[in-house]
Each structure stands twice: as structure tokens, then as C-alpha cells.
């Protein structure tokens, strides 16, 4: 079955992609889906504990954000700088990019930068004349969705309260919605992915199939391992979650020699197709403690080993994350869910409102 891109759209009119959080995290508003039957609730994040049952465990990223949206010092060209490769030199996205071919240059705090290499994604490869931390006087990159430039407020939203592995250029934004208070009341677990700029990339294949998705870093400790294999129940909490927890699924399987392979993930073998696009979770499979990059795309058909039921945001129109959430959910029930929170004014993306999938 072919999975076109045009079975991924749906309309949004603009005024519902929130541009500022909620004065408080926890005042959110959270749809939540019943797959076994099919049904739609409306109810608020801060209601979320009394979903619990016995031998439940929420798994949460914990990357933080970088500061890592730069101007030039006469303002004329946007640096996203995204890894350090040295003392002096980084690797970056540069907007507008014909402004920064090979040998152009750019002053940053006083610091000379050299453009050195285009790489075959656009991004640019440059050195400094001398050592600076991009970071240190950075402003955090929100989303090419929000119309604003970055606030002071920023620096502690667009970032959850539980972050401590820094990496990531894009928030887990269901981790937004969290304070410390709520966080307390749930049984959790966290695993790292740092989110890199390939979460706002289109897919430009009209068949899905075809899009490859970029690397990102993850680990998994051996408490977090423990805690998950131990589980019940375990709650994704965004769709950074999800990769991380089936791409360690899938390393499982290859040790369990398994072979065949359908959706791509580097040195792993894949999970078996579906009859229908509504994810199912296969049975008794354990993770280990691991380390190393993903680029696990997941889309219907999925089969889910580890994945039990998901907290997810709102995502765009032809997004891999609207395709990850259709392969858990059902494509059918997922947009039908999509049009009723257009219908009730429910906020969307990164700062909007979120989502329970049971």
C-alpha cells in the first residue's frame, strides 16, 4: 500500500497556531483519544494524573534547548549554529543563505567567521578567528511558525522544566506542558533525543515512502531501561519519545536475530507491516541501555513494541510527526480528532494545546 502525502493534509485556519504559551504550563487543554473505541474526550492537562492506572510509567526527553539562533553584528544575516566541530569551528544553518557562500564572512561579538564548506543539506561549515561560544549570548531558535522574534519569556517556555542534556535546537514540545508539581505525581522515566532542525523540514515526496529522515542523538540509561522494561503501561510523552523507545526496540529485535525490514533505521532491522494503519504493539520485547543516532521514520503501517500510549501536541499538515501519530492512532480517527479541535478552538503547535492517545 502506497502512503501518499496528500492523505496528511488537513486545513488549519492561521489564528489557531499559538504564537505565546498559556500564562501557566498546566493550563492547557488536552484532547483525549480512546483507540479501542474510537472516542473523542475534552479535558485539561492538569486532569492528566487521574489517567493513571497501576504499573504506569511516563517517559520524558530531557534535552535542552541551545541557545543557538545568532545574528551577524550588523544584523544582516541569521546563524542557527547546530554543532561545534572544534575549537573554532561549528556547523550551521545561515538565512539568507546567498548571502554566505564558501569564503563570504561575518562578524559575531567582534569574532570573524569564515564560511568553509557547503554541505550537500545547505548547511554551512565555518571557523572563527578565535574561540567564542555561539551559545553564551544566543537567543533560543523557536519555530519558523512563530511570527515574533524570540522574548526574554522564551529562554525559560520554549524549554520543559526537566531539561538537563543540552543538544537540541527544537523543543520536545509535549514536555512543555509539565511543571515540576505535576511531574512529582507521576511514576516517569527519561530518555535523551536531541531534536535537531529535521523536524521542521517538509517532506517533499508525494509518496511518503521516499522521504529520508535526518540522524538525531539519543541514549538510554540503564536505570531509565530498568524502569521501562518493568512497565506495564508505558506513556510516551511526545514523538521524540516514540523514536527513541521503538528505534531501542528494533536494536532489541536484531539481537533477537530477526530479519526482514520495511521502514528505515540505520544498522536495525524494521518492525512487520500492519493490515491497516492503526498502530498495534507486538509483545515481550525488552530494551537495553543504548547510545548512538536515529533516523527512524515511522508512518503507517507501524508495528509498536514498546510504545503503549502516546502524549503528543498538534502537529502540521504533511509533517513525518502527523504521520508518526497516524501510524499509533489510525489516519482516519486522527484527522476526524484534527478537524474537532479546529471545530473547538484548540490551540496548535509548539505553544498550542495537547493531545492524549490511550
Not at 505525581?185 to 509518496?207: E, N
Not at 514498546?306 to 504521520?323: E, G
Request: glycine share 6%.
Amino acid at each position: 500500500m502506497t502512503a501518499r502525502l496528500s492523505d496528511y493534509d488537513y486545513a488549519l485556519p492561521r489564528e489557531l497556531i499559538a504564537q505565546r504559551p498559556r500564562e501557566r504550563r498546566q493550563d492547557s487543554r488536552m484532547m483525549v483519544l480512546r483507540r479501542a473505541e474510537q472516542k473523542i474526550e475534552h479535558r485539561q492537562f492538569r486532569e492528566l494524573k487521574t489517567f493513571l492506572q497501576m504499573g504506569d510509567l511516563f517517559v520524558l526527553n530531557d534535552t535542552r534547548v541551545l541557545a543557538a539562533r545568532r545574528f551577524s553584528d550588523d544584523g544582516a544575516v541569521e546563524f542557527l549554529f547546530l554543532e561545534r566541530l572544534g575549537r573554532t569551528r561549528w556547523r550551521c544553518m545561515v538565512n539568507p543563505g546567498r548571502k554566505m557562500r564558501v569564503g563570504a564572512m561575518a562578524t559575531i561579538d567582534d569574532a570573524c567567521l569564515r564560511v568553509e564548506q557547503i554541505t550537500t543539506a545547505g548547511e554551512r561549515v565555518v571557523s572563527f578567528d578565535k574561540d567564542l561560544d555561539v551559545y553564551a549570548g544566543g537567543l533560543m531558535p523557536l519555530p519558523p511558525y512563530v511570527n515574533r522574534p524570540s522574548e526574554e519569556a522564551d529562554a525559560a517556555r520554549y524549554q520543559t522544566v526537566f531539561a538537563r542534556e543540552p543538544g537540541a535546537v527544537a523543543a520536545p514540545t509535549a514536555g512543555l506542558h509539565f511543571t515540576s508539581e505535576i511531574l512529582s505525581q507521576i511514576p516517569h522515566a527519561f530518555v535523551t533525543l536531541h531534536v535537531g532542525p529535521g523536524t521542521f523540514l517538509p517532506v517533499r515526496s508525494g509518496d511518503v515512502a521516499e522521504h529520508r529522515m535526518h540522524a538525531e542523538h539519543f541514549s538510554i540509561t540503564s536505570e531509565a531501561a530498568d524502569k521501562i522494561n518493568n512497565a506495564q503501561r508505558v506513556l510516551a510523552v511526545g514523538t521524540t519519545v516514540v523514536r527513541v523507545l521503538e528505534t531501542a526496540a528494533l536494536h532489541s529485535r536484531l539481537d533477537a536475530q530477526t530479519v526482514g525490514q520495511a521502514h528505515r533505521l540505520p544498522s536495525a532491522g524494521a518492525a512487520p507491516a500492519l493490515q491497516e494503519s492503526q498502530g498495534v504493539k507486538s509483545a515481550g520485547w525488552r530494551i537495553k541501555p543504548l547510545s548512538g543516532e536515529t533516523d527512524l521514520f515511522i508512518y503507517p503501517p507501524f508495528t509498536f513494541q514498546i510504545v503503549d500510549a502516546l502524549l503528543t501536541n498538534f502537529h502540521l499538515p504533511r509533517s513525518t510527526l502527523l504521520m508518526l501519530v497516524s501510524a499509533f492512532v489510525g489516519r482516519e480517527f486522527i484527522l476526524r480528532a484534527y478537524e474537532e479541535a479546529v471545530r473547538n478552538r484548540y490551540r496548535f503547535y509548539s505553544y498550542g494545546d495537547c493531545m492524549l492517545i490511550l
